[in-house]
């Protein structure tokens, strides 16, 4: 299969004969799927490109993040650990600025405790600033920029912003979105080309130049096929257009991600005691300490988050905070008055959709399986590199480099039998409307082909006369 510029150039016939009933109906699509796959390859294969080094580099900061701060990160293991309260007195008072907007304990041994301060000036308003304080002994290790759920700091923020938009906001997120609504069209046309001429891509060793790349550029594409409609499908999922598509269709079927709910349930009272502890230091009511051992009683085991009330008529939220294998993402709510359990949200009783979002955006970004996910997501992004380096190296190979190609020969549409033709058009203006950043390009190929094609059958009849 292919992702970038392919064997188009060498196959697409000149005026073909029309198709033969034992070809199959689907045979007259092979020049179409050949004529798309070269379009894609060469105006949307740059975009993949940036994508696969991105993504490349992404996969490699976690590694890089423990190694960078693994001073804030890790500690000498102690003999006990602090309660949670005196630790985050500890981060406060290095860091009197800003509100307590989460705590996150120790989850292990030698892992320090993460006190996040929201509203500090001159951190995104978007992140927080995570104080880290040795649970042992409440010694502030360091404070850094922490953004998102899974905890990133600035290395792997800054390299998660390049892979998304690359630094320029929302109208860089079109690229990402563009990339992943074209990358499983490109592996899907790669796939139907190569087992359309399986036979001759099996007799790759002893051959040189393009017949070589076209192999190597083959076989490696089928193998990474489906780690590439997979990066794709959950690339749409929070992508601009097609990922708010996606959020409608889920809720729709009642398959949202549900969440906890936070209001207090301590009686009239409640808000009064709630709102009587220091405010910013993220103390209320009961305290942190008490609300981690309810949480605790309630089989939250670490890794987990305090989300201390937003105002006096909200409840302590405690939540799992584990998004590897087996998932961990079970969540209680907490009255700050009188400590009682006011709500409780297991990730088993999340909607299958729901689990499944979940499941996949944490495959796609690394986390779900540890080490072994991002190496394999390493892999895919190398491969993905060689195949478009291949692609346009047949290209130039063909000695085509600055041409694009022969158009798809007059009257190929024709060769196609309407019950085959009227389905693939409505499935094509269907997937374009929701996925729109894959209809309007397509739409530009064809515009571009008809007047290739146009020009070309110009160019004949002057000849001919």
Known sequence: MSTAPSTLTDEAPQQPAPASPSRGP?????????????????????????????????????????????????????????????????????????????????????????????????????????????????????????????????????????H??????????????????????IAGGGIVLWFSRRRALRK?????????????????????????????????????YAGATIDELRTSLHQATPS??????????AGHDAASGAGGDGEHGVGLDKVLSVARAEGLGDPVEIVPPADAESAYVVKQVQRSWPTRQDAVAIDPATGQVTDVLRFADHPVLAKLTRWGIDLHTGV???????????LLALSLILLIVWGYRMWWQRGRGSAFGRPIPRGAWSQVPPYVLVPLMAV??????????????????????????????????????
């Not at 307590?100 to 929201?118: C, E, F, K």
């Not at 938009?165 to 109208?171: A, D, F, P, Q, V």
């Not at 082909?449 to 004949?460: F, M, N, P, S, T």
């Open 26 to 162: 689907w045979a007259p699509l092979r020049p179409l799927i050949l004529r798309l796959h070269f379009y894609a390859g060469v105006l949307v294969a740059p975009f993949l490109l940036v994508a696969a080094v991105t993504g490349f580099l992404y996969a490699g900061s976690f590694q890089a993040e423990k190694l960078v701060y693994s001073h804030e990160m890790t500690v000498p293991v102690g003999d006990t650990k602090l309660p949670v309260s005196e630790q985050v007195d500890a981060a406060r008072k290095a860091h009197p600025e800003g509100t307590v907007s989460a705590v996150r304990p120790s989850p292990a041994a030698d892992a320090s405790t993460r006190v996040l301060l929201s509203g500090v000036e001159g951190v995104n308003p978007d992140h927080t600033l995570a104080v880290f304080v040795d649970p042992y002994t409440a010694e502030v290790r360091g404070s850094l920029e922490q953004y998102g759920s899974t905890g990133a700091l600035p290395l792997r923020t800054w390299i998660s912003e390049l």
């Open 164 to 185: 998304r938009n690359l630094h320029l906001g929302e109208t860089g997120r079109l690229y990402s979105e563009l990339a992943a609504s074209w990358l499983w069209v």
């Open 204 to 240: 790759v060793r002893g051959t040189s130049g393009r017949r070589r790349t076209l192999g190597l550029h083959g076989t490696v594409g089928l193998w990474a096929a489906l780690g590439f409609f997979f990066l794709s499908a959950t690339g749409l999922t929070w992508s601009t």
């Open 260 to 269: 906890v709910s936070a209001a207090a349930g301590g009686g009239e009272h």
């Open 368 to 378: 779900l399986f540890g080490l072994a996910n991002q190496i394999l997501l390493m």
């Open 428 to 465: 094509i203006a269907v997937l374009g409307y929701f996925v729109p950043l894959l209809g309007i390009p397509l739409a530009g190929f064809l515009v571009v082909d008809v007047v290739l094609g146009e020009i070309a059958h110009r160019r004949g009849n002057r000849a001919a006369a």
